[in-house]
């Protein structure tokens, strides 16, 4: 079936500006986590959305940062008055939640510039 | 404080020679690692992965290694190919984390495999 999907593909905003990304994991996927990778560095976890449970959300950098997953399937990212150190490629991840079912599927991502 | 460590920023291999990555993790509750190879704007696609009750798992070319007592994995690929050149990222999980089974990733290899 089809992998995760992500829009847009690429961003370019200005500072100050509201942005929201958009993810569609894989159908029947429960499990759905949105990382962030900077310039050269490694993948960075934002956060995790469990069936209809609470996300959790102890990765996101500052409370400009939100995501909503409506339905339990399609997820938004939403970046408040964006800043220049916002600028990455946002991941998003699905897993079908099971317990051992540990492998996380990467949609293409979102590359951000925030000017 | 980086909880996986990938020492080697790059690595430059002859085709048909072996490949080995490795990845250094700090944390001792993690118990299920990963391998990802990303090409450029892409998103990660896994590539084998082992449980901390294994210390080796195969997979056509590709094999990971587990050692516990020195908190280290490495993978190896043999016999790499051109086509294998890609950014490699090791990841860690922890099943007691409550986001849910959320990866923390090393900082990527970047793998050349020369003709």
């Known amino acids: 079936g089809a992998g995760v999907s992500q829009s847009p593909s690429n961003k370019v905003t200005e500072k100050g500006k509201d942005v929201e990304l958009r993810c569609d994991p894989i159908?029947?996927?429960?499990?759905l986590y949105w990382y962030r990778q900077s310039l050269g560095q490694g993948l960075e976890f934002l956060i995790y959305?469990?069936?209809?449970?609470?996300?959790?959300k102890s990765g996101l950098p500052s409370d400009r940062f939100s995501a909503e997953r409506t339905g339990g399937s399609v997820s938004t990212l939403t970046i408040q008055r964006t800043q220049q150190e916002d600028s990455a490629v946002y991941l998003c991840?699905?897993?079908?939640?099971?317990?051992?079912?540990?492998?996380?599927?990467f949609g293409p991502g979102t590359r951000l510039l925030v000017l | 404080d980086q909880q996986v460590k990938q020492n080697s920023p790059s690595l430059s291999v002859q085709e048909g020679r072996i490949s080995i990555l490795n990845c250094d993790y700090t944390n001792s509750m993690f118990d299920y690692f990963l391998w990802y190879k990303k090409y450029p704007a892409e998103g990660p696609t896994f590539l084998i992965s082992?449980?901390?009750?294994?210390d080796k798992n195969e997979d056509g070319r590709f094999t990971v290694f587990l050692n516990k007592s020195a908190k280290h994995l490495s993978l190896h690929i043999v016999p790499s190919q051109p086509g294998d050149s890609a950014v490699y990222f090791c990841a860690a999980s922890a099943s007691y984390n409550n986001a849910g089974n959320m990866l923390t990733f090393g900082g990527g290899t970047r793998l050349m495999v020369k003709p």
């Open positions: 082992i449980s901390s009750i294994k």
């Open positions: 991840a699905s897993t079908p939640g099971l317990a051992g079912a540990k492998t996380q599927y």
């Open positions: 959305f469990q069936g209809n449970s609470a996300p959790d």
């Open positions: 159908s029947g996927h429960t499990a």
